[in-house]
């Protein structure tokens, strides 16, 4: 059960993809970095919905997680993303103010797309490198 009170349990078919997820980039990441917090992994449809997910959410097909850490801000761990090789479809720094957070998404298809965006005052924008100022 989540904190939305309703059910949220894994499909089988959803259990290979967070597996895959974790493999490839959640534990790469953590040995990078250190500690890693899941703060939404898989979401069943009433949870996505619940919530306000999108109806598009890879969270539902077990291919998202959002992720925190106790050692490096959301900035430092969005920047270790983009510096590496790791099967990234899409990956979303969000800023402060929208709940300061990195959101991940494995491809499911290779090479992986590497989609690199910051989510600020409700827009997305695609990042490229450079500074970021938050």
């Not at 898989?42 to 919530?51: D, Q």
């Amino acid at each position: 059960v989540t904190n939305t009170g309703l059910p949220n349990t894994i499909p089988s078919e959803q259990k290979a993809w967070i597996i895959a997820l974790v493999q490839e980039i959640l534990q790469p990441l953590r040995d990078i970095i250190g500690s890693i917090t899941i703060t939404s992994g898989y979401r069943s449809t009433e949870v996505n919905t619940r919530i306000g997910g999108s109806p598009y959410s890879q969270h539902m097909l077990g291919q998202a997680s959002d992720i925190i850490s106790s050692t490096k801000s959301p900035k430092e761990i969005f920047l270790t993303l983009y510096n590496s090789n790791f099967p990234i479809k899409q990956c979303i720094l969000y800023a402060p103010i929208e709940g300061n957070f990195v959101h991940v998404s494995i491809d499911p298809k290779r090479p992986a797309k590497r989609e690199f965006l910051i989510m600020e005052s409700g827009v997305f924008t695609p990042y490229n490198g450079g500074e970021i100022i938050l």
